[in-house]
């Protein structure tokens, strides 16, 4: 559309760490009230910037208009990142929903998040009043497990008494160092809220590669339970699992999003009519 536009967006924080976004417009000379829009991150460093994976390819090509940015402390948004400051992550969605809401008047509508991102979306979208008109969620590669990750990281503290984590992020070397405290709040953050917390309304994809080594597939299959359960709206919840993909989607980024914008088409149709496990292809099915 030749009207698209992308515009870098600082959005303004109480913690002085203006957070770093890039909002997409399908349509720049309308009026941006009562539009619909996305938000679209993630929250840990290696999979953090908001062009990292599927983020900007899936942004570019929704039918709405979209914002994806850096939490605090990742890439172009400033600020201190703590491995246990899912918080904190909570906080920031709160911030940049109130801002979108506020300055331009837009609907939110659809969140997108992959890995952290998608646990910190689910906590957002249970407990945020700028949350209540959102109507769909995607959750790629989300862990339920939290214990699962933090044996190596155990082993680390028991040496030197803490854990430096060396990953990559925009194409640079980036050290966290990881202490037992930073580790037991990530360990202790509660996902079971979505059993019986998670808005009953919202439609969920879970997409997940069946050879991801950093969140075992098995989680999947434990949000497809929760939130396709009986006491909620039948079609709420999909389940997709890619095979050979890992926990990033490697080579497989525009498949996925494929997928996904499947998926929401099928969900604005309202052809989405029973919960379950879905495979690309297959839509009289469903």
């Known amino acids: 559309m030749a009207d698209r536009s992308s515009t870098k967006v600082l959005v303004p924080h109480p913690a002085n760490c203006s957070i770093t976004g890039i909002l997409e417009q399908l349509e720049t000379r309308k009026p941006t009230h009562g539009r619909r829009i996305a938000l679209v991150r993630n929250a840990f460093p290696g999979d953090a910037h908001k062009d990292y994976l599927f983020q900007r390819r ?16 990742n890439h172009e948004t400033p600020g201190t990142w703590c491995h ?6 909570v906080e920031d969605l709160s911030v940049v929903a109130r801002y979108m809401q506020s300055v331009y008047g837009y609907v939110i509508d659809l969140v997108v998040g992959h890995s952290r991102g998608s646990i910190v979306g689910m906590r957002w979208l249970a407990t945020a009043p700028e949350a209540r008109s959102v109507s769909a969620f995607i959750n790629a590669s989300g862990r339920y497990r939290m214990s699962a990750a933090v044996q190596a990281w155990r082993e680390g ?4 008494g803490y854990y430096d984590w060396t990953t990559s992020v ?3 070397l980036v050290t966290v160092r990881v202490h037992p405290v930073d580790l037991e709040l ?4 509660d996902t079971s809220f979505v059993w019986d917390q998670f808005p009953a309304a919202v439609h969920v994809l879970t997409i997940h590669g069946l050879a991801d080594k950093t969140v075992p597939p098995y989680d999947a299959t434990i949000y497809a339970r929760a939130l396709g359960a009986p006491s909620r709206a039948p079609g709420t919840h999909i389940l997709h ?3 050979d993909a890992d926990h990033n989607f490697t080579g497989r980024q525009d498949q996925v999003v494929d997928y996904m914008l499947e ?12 919960s379950g496990l879905w495979m690309t292809g297959v839509r009289g099915k469903l």
Request: net charge negative; no cysteine.
């Open 58 to 73: 899936l942004a570019q090509r929704l039918p709405q208009d979209s914002f994806r940015f850096d939490f605090r402390g």
């Open 263 to 274: 998926w929401w088409d099928l969900h604005e149709r309202g052809e989405l009519k029973s």
């Open 157 to 160: 503290f028991a040496a030197d």
């Open 186 to 189: 990530f360990v202790n953050w």
């Open 241 to 243: 699992m890619v095979e």
């Open 84 to 89: 246990g400051g899912m918080q904190d992550d």
């Open 170 to 172: 925009a194409r640079k």
